[in-house]
Structures are given as structure tokens and as C-alpha cells.
């Protein structure tokens, strides 16, 4: 099949190019066309694809692991032509995005259910939608004041020790404007519940707040290093700087648990206070962990993740960095996850209460979805693949047998 067919492509020729796709009887060419297609294609001519997908699936036999796979072929396609078209890090909110990860999301229970069903039809709204979290954040400045910086439109926040603190498309950022006649003053960026935020800091070094999260930083860095405190939930795009190193103190349930110094790199820390450890996971570069005299140091390599306990014992484990980071780019990522931990984050997220029944399955689930369904929603897609829950008194998710 030859690529330039997509410009002008019919149902019959992409009917047919999927069902080469799925059976990996493809080429680059067509595959490199075929992402070209998606980022320039519509909504509507998108959901046709994933409808059409589906109908070739339902056609195969029943192979659920084979089926998974051949469906990420298709998200995977979709995300790398959303990022050539515009690059999107911190959220994904474009309507065929959360339709495109609903369609693929898998969870592993007792059984294997496969959301298939429905994809041609729109879903139901509640009326009264309990919505998912979103971009939003409290500046705390040195002098104790707070800007809730959830309404404020693009521009100059504040002035602090030369430092202009200006607001752009969701994002902080700070520019030294003038010589600091003083001392630097430390700021605070915190995320309440159902809110996430990015910053970029005076080094240039770039923080996501996932929710609950918070990062202390001075309005610009002076002397041999370069220290940040965090909490919660952060990934971090470290600027490089061999001279002056980069420090972040991890605090989890208001105490220090361990600290990780970098050079330049990109790495997620979770610290969670509700979470079973202080985990940090490495994406690139190097990074070295310490929790304490008695630890030590341990350097960590790409793909791995320390686990920092209660008692400040350190132990690595090769980490799936996609799952990890999974929430920067938009989606929760279940893999490996039980009801409770599965509930923590759509306590955070959505700002409800949870409970999981004591007779609920205790199984390790797998699978993504976008973060921006409404509550009603993903309430339809755990329970359609398997995940029994309700959601009583408007104000807390049950899950149950």
C-alpha cells in the first residue's frame, strides 16, 4: 500500500491498512503516513477509526493480551502524531483524546475485560458531573502572602528580589529583572486536591505538580548548590549545571525522608504520606539517593526506582517510567495497582471520598485512561471492564464485590 493514499484516503483503504496494521503486515512508510493522517485529521474522522478498529477486533478471536496490544498500536499512534502536531506535557484535554484512551483501557482482574462495546456511542453525562481536577495552584510568597493563581490571566503575578513572577498559559515562570538588593526570598507553590500546576524555576529547571504536591524555591539561586524542597508528587526537568548542583529534600507527612542530588536530569518523585514508601524513579540522566546516615547513598541508573520505607532503608527496582509518569501526560496508569491504590488517586483527583469494601477482590489491575472523564464516567468504564463500584450520596466512591 503506498503512503500518499492518505491524503485522500477512503473507509475501504483504511479499513484495510488497520486490518494490515493489526496483523504487523505493514510498512514504515505506511505506518509514518498513517501518523501524518491522524494529526491532520478531525474528531470525527479519528472516532471513525477507532470505531472501525473496533469492529475488526470484535472479529478476531478471543485473545484479550493480543487484543490489548493491537489497540495500543493504535493510542501509541495517536499520541506520537498529537506530539508532532503540538507538543502538550502537562494535560491532554482535547475531546478525541479522552475518547482515544476510554477505547483502550484494560484492567486485569479475576477475569480480562476488554472495553469495546460502545465506542460508536457518545456517553452520558450526569447532570449535575462530578469533574475531574485541573490546572490550578497557591503561590505562597516570602512574606507569607498567597496568590491563588487558578482565575488570574497571563502577565506579572508578582515582584520578589528583582524577580518578575509571571503567569503564561498555565505555567509559572520567573525572570530576574534587576539585581536583588537583598537576600533571595523563598516561595512555595502548592496544589490543593483535583489541581496540577508546572513551574519553571530561576535555574531554568521545570517542576509538575501532580495533586496535593507542593515546591519551595528561592526566587533565585545563590552559593555552591541548588536546593528545592518538595512534597506530594513532582516530576522535575533538571536544568544542567555542573557547577552548582541540584538538591531536593523530600518531605512526606511534614518529616524529611531522604534527599536525591542531580546534575541534570529528569526524575519523579512520589511521596505521597498515604503511599506504602517515598518512591523516586529516574527517566534519564543519574541521580544519587540518600535517606539518612545509616542508608547511604544509592545511584540510580534510567528505569530504575529507589523505594525509600518509614525507617529509611533503601531498595531498587526496575520501574516502568511511562506508567510512572503517566499523570504528567494526562492519563492514570493502573498497572500494578490494587483497589486501594487505585482509589488514592481518584481521591486526590477528583476530590471525593472513597472506601473499598473488605470483601472486594484484592487483584492487581493494569491499564490507562485520560484524567479528564468526569467522575460518572469513569465510574462506567471500571465498572464496564470489571471493576464493581458506585458512587453514593454524590460524595463517595464505593468499591465493591
Not at 503486515?25 to 478531525?42: E, N, P
Not at 545563590?222 to 506530594?232: A, F, H, L, M, P
Request: aromatic share 8%.
Amino acid at each position: 500500500m503506498s503512503g500518499d493514499i492518505f491524503q485522500a484516503m477512503t473507509k475501504e483503504q483504511l479499513h484495510s491498512f488497520l486490518k494490515d496494521y493489526s496483523a504487523g503486515k505493514y510498512s514504515q512508510q505506511d505506518y509514518t503516513a498513517f501518523r501524518q493522517w491522524l494529526a491532520a485529521a478531525g474528531p470525527e474522522e479519528q472516532l471513525e477509526v477507532l470505531d472501525k478498529y473496533g469492529e475488526l477486533l470484535n472479529g478476531m478471536p478471543d485473545t484479550p493480551s493480543m487484543d490489548f496490544r493491537r489497540i495500543a498500536m493504535i493510542e501509541n499512534a495517536l499520541n506520537e502524531a498529537e506530539q508532532e502536531k503540538e507538543e502538550q506535557p502537562t494535560r491532554i484535554v482535547s475531546y478525541r483524546r479522552w475518547w482515544a484512551a476510554a477505547a483502550i483501557l484494560v484492567l486485569f482482574g479475576a477475569g480480562t475485560a476488554l472495553l469495546m462495546n460502545r465506542l460508536s456511542k457518545p456517553p452520558m453525562v450526569a447532570q449535575a458531573p462530578i469533574l475531574p481536577g485541573r490546572d490550578g495552584a497557591v503561590l505562597t510568597l516570602g512574606d507569607g502572602s498567597q496568590i491563588v493563581l487558578d482565575s488570574l490571566g497571563n502577565g506579572i503575578v508578582a515582584t520578589q528580589s528583582g524577580a518578575s513572577i509571571v503567569l503564561n498559559s498555565g505555567r509559572l515562570g520567573y525572570d530576574q529583572t534587576a539585581n536583588a538588593q537583598d537576600g533571595p526570598q523563598y516561595n512555595t507553590l502548592s496544589t490543593p486536591v483535583g489541581r496540577q500546576f508546572k513551574v519553571t524555576l530561576p535555574d531554568g529547571t521545570t517542576v509538575w505538580l501532580n495533586a496535593q504536591s507542593s515546591v519551595k524555591f528561592p526566587t533565585y539561586f545563590s552559593g555552591d548548590d541548588r536546593t528545592v524542597i518538595v512534597s506530594g508528587e513532582v516530576y522535575m526537568d533538571v536544568a544542567q549545571d555542573a557547577k552548582h548542583p541540584f538538591k531536593v529534600n523530600i518531605l512526606r507527612a511534614d518529616k524529611s525522608i531522604g534527599t536525591v542530588e542531580v546534575l541534570g536530569t529528569h526524575f519523579n518523585i512520589n511521596a505521597y504520606p498515604d503511599e506504602s514508601a517515598c518512591k523516586v524513579t529516574l527517566v534519564q540522566g543519574a541521580v544519587m539517593v540518600s535517606a539518612g546516615a545509616a542508608a547511604g547513598k544509592t545511584l540510580l541508573k534510567p528505569d530504575q526506582q529507589a523505594a525509600i520505607s518509614e525507617n529509611q532503608h533503601i531498595s531498587v527496582q526496575h520501574a516502568n517510567t511511562e506508567s510512572v509518569t503517566a499523570w504528567k501526560n494526562g492519563y492514570f496508569d493502573f498497572e500494578n495497582n490494587d483497589l486501594t491504590m487505585l482509589a488514592r488517586q481518584l481521591t486526590r483527583w477528583y476530590g471525593i471520598d472513597t472506601k473499598v469494601m473488605e470483601n472486594a477482590p484484592e487483584t492487581e489491575f493494569g491499564g490507562k485512561i485520560s484524567r479528564n472523564l468526569v467522575l460518572q464516567e469513569m465510574i462506567k468504564v471500571l465498572n464496564q471492564a470489571g471493576v464493581h463500584c458506585r458512587l453514593e450520596n454524590d460524595k463517595k466512591l464505593v468499591f465493591i464485590p
